[in-house]
């Protein structure tokens, strides 16, 4: 096994340990220090998902069923059901998921409206 592969396995498990407040904490900083990495100082949040798989479709396609709409509206849509998300990573993950949708023929895109497909 290589040493980035053991090292990025401790850092996982040493971010799991700490997000989930349980015990271990310094056993698994002592290995890393042993092996020479150096330790985040600040610990990232865990980013919330926009929504789950399936439900950003469900989301969307229910915004469409009340007529065309531009991509900010559809994003000001996805955060009206889903407060905890965030405006600007909504709007990525709307954007990321009607391209996909026009791909497969459920949405077409006119000019700067997206609409259901026939």
């Known amino acids: 096994m290589q040493d980035k592969t053991i090292n990025g396995a401790l850092l996982a498990l040493r971010k799991q340990i700490i997000r989930g407040n349980l015990d271990g904490l310094s056993q698994v ?45 559809i994003a000001a849509h996805v955060v009206q059901c889903r407060p905890d998300a965030d405006t600007e990573r909504a709007y990525k993950r709307v954007s990321v998921v009607l391209t996909k949708m026009k791909a497969e023929g459920l949405v077409r895109h006119e000019g700067r409206v997206w609409r259901l497909a026939p």
Request: glycine share 8%.
């Open 29 to 73: 900083e002592t290995l890393l220090q042993l092996r020479g990495v150096q330790l985040p100082r600040v610990m990232p949040a865990k980013r919330s998902d926009v929504a789950r798989r399936g439900q950003m479709r469900i989301i969307i396609l229910d915004a469409l069923r009340g007529g065309p709409k531009r991509l900010p509206e």
